[in-house]
């Protein structure tokens, strides 16, 4: 007897271990899962049997153990066929172990891992297949004995001892094709299926791994055990009932070492954010409840927070509530037998990312804490995805309301981020802290709620302490960050009953009062003056410079107490904004409608500016100066930016058009023909100079305005008083205009140098005008430069070809120089060369002399030796002249060596 009762211990022993190493190896496929973003071919069906096989040994485990409790005795023969399976199944759970803890290590690698060896290589040819085939095998060889456990000690009793890496993997295939189906037992579902021959039996060449699965899964269903629903409490009392679970420590007896969690990262649906990211999806609400038969969801954590939500939280009245998280109902687990286990944190988050309640409550009654950690924080997860029945959970087994992420978000700034009431209140009422410093680049659950215009949350939060005077991350205030154009008025009112100040300033220096104000709020306006803003208190500009642009927030401000004589200038504004109302309202507030904004822009100024008639009218009436300058004068102003309609009324009002002079020319200047005529039919001077000496006339020819030009001279405008330069030497750039001004002008030869003038402009029309109005064609420019060699000099061959012909130009008479060094000089080249001929043909003396110099002594310094011989052939060398040095020509040769020039001088000498 003793010694079956040895072998039976044994026997539990073996099953134990294999147990384990069976949870161990779905614990490492759990952790698989939430790695990739999609399940390798044929890893489905393999987690599918591993957890059908890790159920049938829990329940074997589970016999077992409770024979030997009560000295049950099994027969020799039984116990030894067990042992041979365990050792058997041991085996194929080492290999299975390996193949998985390989292709774990590759993903943890990360990118590099993958591009070593993909999972398909890892296993080999057709190794997945086998290792399914193989595990299949085992859990048949096993599954006759859990059923006559199961038999005799019932499904419940059974389903208690399952296992952490279980639970884990069952939750990681949640929402996918492998998901664990509810099933009353192992027994229930041996009955619902059809007998089904051992794996080994069928060929492996007829059965894919998908088919293969199909059968294993259609035929043996899983099922996650089920809890009886949580009890509710009142309030926590001094000692919390502790019921253990029997056999708490058998599954564990034999723990292993489990592999490091990899980051889970925070609400996202990212490849590595959650541990269904990809291919798990959150189960109905019908089908979460099915193994239920608690309180519906929908009402549990209504009873928690109905309280606070039937107060008037859509009012402005303050009032206080004090947080008392020891009153709130609190559920302590029934065994801590998962307490100490590795990944069971990220195990309880991914249940809450998939919204799995009974995996929930399962993980915090056996032990597991509700407070995760920051990389997966269950709370925040539950909070981001609206699941109230997840968030109930966790609080009512002791989550920490305040507990940050790796982000440094609470729960409570979760919650405000979503606008989500109800998690709020109850986050509160377990003791949440709304004034918890935020992390880098968070906000308080204040300013979040405040932002968002959501009354209620905000009421809620100052209800339970928020202060109401914090700081977001970009150092703006709650009051003020509040504040926009579709903020409810309430939502102020509330803040600043709460303590809100209404002075504050931001970091970019604005205060609330000039945030409403930008807003066009009103309404805000005159609830932050009663609340004791300052009207006067720039931040970062005066409120009335703002407020200029609000008429409804201009009067409210000037009727309590703004003081307008700190905005000089805010009248112009007020007409630049084109706004009439407030233009009235600052007049009626007695501004001067003279004051210049920035000491040049004068309200009156602005309103002809912008041609705005109404203003103009106003401002007049009102005492506006017609002759008060801003940058330019009011008359002006209308010249310049052709608003010549206000001219009338301007000097109806007292507007002086003679000072300052210049009107006129102002007028031809801007091109504005109306404001000309009207001028001068208001008996302005057509002669009037401005203060940098132009007359209207010169400054028409200037612009070659023909029109303008006909205008002043048929209205007086007299063409001998000298403007910017005298109009006949400005006029030959025209001929059209030169030809009226000839027409008027008594004598055009005054003006010396109008002739070479007309050259250098190169207007030929110009030339044949002034010739023929009696200016002579040898007109010097200054004394010096003549017609015709500046038209050498300019290379204006037809001007050239008229002067020596048709105006018979003394082709010997010097200007600058003699016409022929000139040309020499600048017509030597092949295209301009004929102008040299034109002159040699007309007689030009390349030896004449005139300041020391002459053509022959040029065709020497050109060292051009066809040049030479063309002029010494054409009209000689004088031997007997010198230059300005004593040098006679051949001297000059040979001191250049030029033996050549030498010979052609010395052949060509007048005798």
């Keep these: 007897m003793a010694s079956m009762n040895k072998a039976q211990s044994q026997c539990l022993h073996l099953c134990s271990a294999v147990a384990s190493s069976c949870d161990h190896i779905a614990e490492k496929m759990s952790e698989y899962v939430s790695l990739v973003k999609h399940l390798p071919h044929g890893f489905g069906p393999l987690a599918s049997d591993v957890l059908g096989t890790c159920q049938v040994l829990f329940f074997i485990e589970a016999g077992l153990g409770e024979s030997t409790r009560h000295n049950q005795s099994l027969p020799m023969d039984m116990i030894t066929v067990l042992e041979k399976k365990f050792r058997a199944a041991q085996i194929d759970f080492r290999a299975l172990d390996h193949l998985v803890s390989k292709q774990l290590d590759y993903e943890r690698a990360g990118a590099m891992g993958r591009m070593r ?180 969801e929908s009402t549990a954590l209504d009873d928690i927070i109905a309280d606070i939500k039937a107060l008037e939280l859509d009012s402005a009245k ?61 709370l925040n997860e539950a909070i981001m995805n609206m699941d109230a029945e997840s968030i109930r959970l966790l609080l009512l087994y002791g989550a920490d309301p305040n507990a940050p992420d790796k982000e440094g978000m609470t729960p409570l700034m979760a919650a405000a981020e979503k606008s989500y009431l109800d998690a709020a209140i109850a986050l509160l009422k377990y003791g949440a802290n709304p004034n918890t410093p935020p992390g880098p680049d968070l906000d308080p659950p204040l300013a979040t709620a405040a932002s968002a215009n959501n009354v209620r949350l905000t009421h809620v939060l100052l209800m339970y302490g928020a202060h109401a005077n914090a700081t977001t991350s970009t150092r703006n205030t709650v009051l003020i960050g509040a504040i926009n154009k579709k903020a409810p008025k309430n939502l102020i009112d509330m803040l600043l009953n709460y303590g809100s100040m209404p002075n504050e300033k931001n970091g970019e220096g604005k205060t609330a009062l000039f945030e409403a104000i930008t807003s066009a709020r009103v309404d805000i306006v005159n ?55 407030s233009v009235r309202i600052l007049l009626k507030a007695g501004v001067d409608p003279n004051a210049r904004k920035d000491g040049v822009y004068t309200p009156l100024c602005s309103a002809i500016r912008d041609n ?127 030809t009226r001004i000839l027409a008027v002008l008594p004598e055009p030869r005054a003006f010396k140098g109008v002739m070479e003038m007309a050259v250098v402009a190169n207007q030929l029309e110009s030339v044949r005008l002034l010739l023929a109005a009696g200016v002579s064609v040898e007109d010097r420019n200054g004394g010096v430069f003549s017609p015709l060699t500046s038209a050498l000099r300019e290379h204006r061959r037809d001007i050239v070809m008229f002067l020596i012909n048709e105006g018979r130009a003394d082709v010997n008479a010097p200007g600058e120089h003699l016409p022929i060094v000139k040309a020499l000089r600048r017509c030597a080249d092949e295209e301009h060369s004929d102008m040299i001929d034109m002159l040699l043909e007309k007689g030009a003396d390349p030896n004449k002399v005139y300041r020391g110099w002459n053509g022959i002594m040029q065709a020497i310094e050109n060292g051009e030796i066809d040049m030479l011989k063309k002029l010494a052939q054409k009209s000689g060398v004088d031997m007997e002249v010198k230059d300005e040095l004593g040098r006679t020509v051949t001297e000059i040769a040979i001191s250049r060596r030029w033996e050549e020039a030498v010979d052609v001088l010395m052949a060509h000498a007048r005798k």
């Design 117 to 296: 060896r993909g999972f398909g290589k890892m296993f080999g040819d057709n190794g997945l297949e086998r290792a399914i085939h193989t595990l299949a095998k085992t859990r048949e060889d096993l599954k006759v004995s859990a059923l006559m456990f199961q038999w005799k000690l019932g499904a419940e009793r059974m389903e208690s001892e399952l296992g952490i890496g279980y639970l884990g993997l069952a939750a990681a295939l949640e929402g996918t094709e492998y998901r664990v189906q509810r099933a009353p037992s192992v027994a229930s579902e041996d009955k619902m299926s059809s007998y089904r021959a051992p794996v080994g039996m069928v060929p492996a060449h007829h059965r894919s791994v998908e088919n293969h699965h199909h059968q294993l899964h259609t035929a043996d269903p899983t099922h996650l055990p089920m809890l009886p629903p949580i009890p509710k409490h009142d309030a926590v009392t001094a000692n919390y009932g502790h019921d253990s679970l029997s056999g708490d420590s058998s599954a564990y007896a034999l723990g292993s070492e489990y592999s490091h969690l990899s980051p889970y990262t925070r609400y996202t649906n990212s490849s590595n954010g959650s541990s269904y990211d990809g291919h798990h999806g959150k189960r109905s609400v019908a089908e979460r409840l099915s193994a239920f038969d608690e309180v519906p």
């Design 318 to 378: 303050a009032f206080r509530m004090e947080g008392d998280p020891y009153n709130m109902p609190r559920q302590r687990p029934r065994s801590g037998i998962d307490q100490d286990r590795p990944n069971v944190n990220h195990i309880l988050a991914s249940a809450v990312h998939a919204g799995d309640h009974k995996l929930i409550t399962q993980l915090l009654d056996r032990g597991v804490s509700p407070d995760t950690g920051i990389e997966a924080h269950a």
């Design 527 to 581: 609830s932050l003056i009663e609340h004791g803003a300052n009207t006067n208190l720039p931040g970062p500009k005066h409120m009335l410079w703002p407020a200029t642009f609000q008429p409804p927030c201009l009067q409210a401000l000037l009727d309590n107490g703004a003081d307008c004589k700190k905005c000089p200038g805010i009248m112009e504004l007020a007409t630049s904004l084109n706004n009439i109302e």
């Design 612 to 738: 705005r008639k109404d203003i103009f009218d106003l401002l007049l009436r009102s005492g506006a100066d017609p002759n008060f300058a801003a940058s330019e004068y009011p008359c002006f102003k209308c010249v310049t930016h052709h608003r010549e309609q206000y001219l009338p009324a301007l000097v109806a009002a007292g507007g002086n058009l003679n000072s300052p002079k210049g009107i006129l020319e102002t007028a031809v200047v801007s091109k504005n023909g109306p404001a000309l005529k009207w001028l001068l039919d208001q008996g302005i001077d057509p002669n009037d100079k401005t203060p940098k000496g132009h007359t209207p006339l010169t400054s028409a020819i200037r612009d070659n305005h023909i029109g303008f030009v006909d205008v002043l001279l048929a209205r007086g405008a007299n063409p001998n008083i000298r403007g910017q330069d005298w109009p006949v030497c400005m006029a030959v750039k025209n001929p059209e205009i030169l």
